[in-house]
């Protein structure tokens, strides 16, 4: 089973400053099967990225994501209000699919 | 539009059993694999279970085979899930969700509440 760690666990920033949030496997995801997803409270996750840089439909390009192997982030240049929610990061490349636990994004 | 709604959820004692459905719509149901992913209060997220397009292959996590079964009725666009010898563990809310072209979880239902108390 891949384990996936999240760091850090709480970050809080203002609206405006750039949010980089990191998922790191303990084996390496191949094809990149790496996907990110933001909760917000009382809701469902909904996809962000896929394939660890591939934005899904209808997300602003402020969001970004970067890596391979075994390391992944999640970049957000430029905080919205509606950006501060939890993020997972998923690796769907190898059952069982697992989720980091998650980084808890909140205003400063 | 694709959308997936949960029921069956509610409140039942330790050993009880429930059938929680997802009824899909606003796509080919029939052609994607489908999962069940459930969050306990205050918790992330977790993998439960997972069926193929046709219904012939599933999986489940370590803590819930043997209790739980994954199905698909592709007639009707509906999953299920059948949560049978329920522990106070197993109080979460459950998620299922569709696996787009490129096997990542592209949509989501609303979930549907479990709460297994005496």
């Known amino acids: 089973e891949i384990e996936l760690t999240q760091s850090p666990g709480t970050l809080s920033l203002s609206p405006g400053e750039r949010a980089t949030l990191s998922c790191r496997a303990s084996?390496?995801?191949?094809?990149?099967?790496l996907a990110w997803y933001q909760q917000k409270p009382g809701q469902a996750p909904s996809l962000l990225i896929y394939?660890?840089?591939s934005r899904a439909t209808g997300i602003p390009d402020r969001f970004s994501g970067s890596g391979s192997g075994t390391d992944f982030t999640l970049t957000i240049s430029r905080l919205e209000p509606e950006d501060f929610a939890v993020y997972y990061c998923?690796?769907?490349?190898?059952?069982?699919?697992?989720f980091g636990q998650g980084t808890k994004l909140e205003i400063k | 539009e694709v959308q997936l709604v949960e029921s069956g959820g509610g409140l039942v004692q330790p050993g009880g059993s429930l059938r929680l459905s997802c009824a899909a719509s606003?796509?080919?149901?029939?052609?994607?694999?489908m999962y069940w992913v459930r969050q306990a209060p205050g918790k992330g997220l977790v993998w439960i279970s997972r069926?193929?397009?046709?219904?012939?292959?599933?999986t489940y996590a370590d803590s819930v085979k043997g209790r739980f079964t994954i199905s698909r009725d592709n007639a009707k666009n509906t999953l299920y899930l059948q949560m049978n010898s329920l522990r106070a563990e197993d109080t979460a809310v459950y998620y299922c969700?569709?696996?787009?072209?490129?096997?990542?979880?592209?949509?989501w239902g609303q979930g549907t509440l479990v709460t297994v108390s005496s």
């Open positions: 394939g660890a840089s």
């Open positions: 998923q690796q769907y490349v190898s059952s069982p699919r697992t």
């Open positions: 069926i193929t397009d046709d219904g012939r292959s599933t």
């Open positions: 084996q390496s995801v191949s094809s990149n099967y």
């Open positions: 606003g796509f080919t149901f029939s052609t994607h694999w």
């Open positions: 969700a569709r696996a787009s072209p490129t096997w990542e979880n592209d949509h």
